[in-house]
């Protein structure tokens, strides 16, 4: 509801229904950029900073902390972990991957303060998402090098601890990374 309403308070035209299917509303390459700051705005009514804020600091980015977020607020796990990076001061991100290419990176200003970015394309090949798309699991974890998901030099001082929820039937991956 709070999606719609973002079209009609923002003045963006809705694709719903139109020459974009469904099944392309629901992937983030497919989705044109109104649908994407429908969604901003929803999210931002569903989990707003103040409530998040608190329980940020006095959590883990873990699939569990999401599973337990998500019934609270009612919201999707992808607007959680959006919503957990952005409050957290740890260096965290959420990577967002469809087809096993990286659609979607959000990065916490600490991560992106000590210059360790995240590159879209295919997900690195010895992560935790690569394995949950090449077995159709739906959870999987790992703990790799810092490098093993970014290439920037800063990356190297760092260990990265991997948990990955992965929806087979959409081939959706959601990598939650703490550095």
């Known amino acids: 509801i709070l999606h719609e309403l973002a079209h009609h308070i923002l003045g963006l035209p809705s694709n719903h229904g139109t020459k974009i299917s469904t ?5 983030f390459a497919g989705r044109p950029p109104e649908e994407k700051l429908c969604d901003v705005f929803a999210a931002e009514c ?22 337990q977020l998500s019934e609270r607020f009612q919201a999707s796990k992808r607007c959680i972990a959006s919503s957990f990076v952005r409050a957290s001061r740890d260096p965290i991100a959420y990577v ?13 200003a600490c991560l992106r303060d000590k210059h360790i970015f995240i590159p879209y394309g295919m997900v690195p090949a010895n992560s935790a998402a690569a394995l949950a798309i090449m077995n159709g699991t739906n959870f999987e974890i790992a703990d790799l090098d810092g490098s093993d998901w970014s290439s920037s030099d800063a990356a190297l001082n760092f260990g990265c601890y991997e948990e990955v929820l992965h929806m087979t039937s959409w081939d959706q991956t959601l990598s939650l990374l703490t550095f």
């Open 23 to 27: 099944n392309e509303l629901e992937r």
């Open 46 to 67: 569903l989990v707003p900073w103040h409530l998040i804020t608190p329980i940020v600091s006095e959590s883990a980015f873990s699939v569990e902390v999401l599973h």
């Open 96 to 108: 967002y991957s469809e087809n096993g290419r990286v659609q979607n990176v959000i990065a916490s």
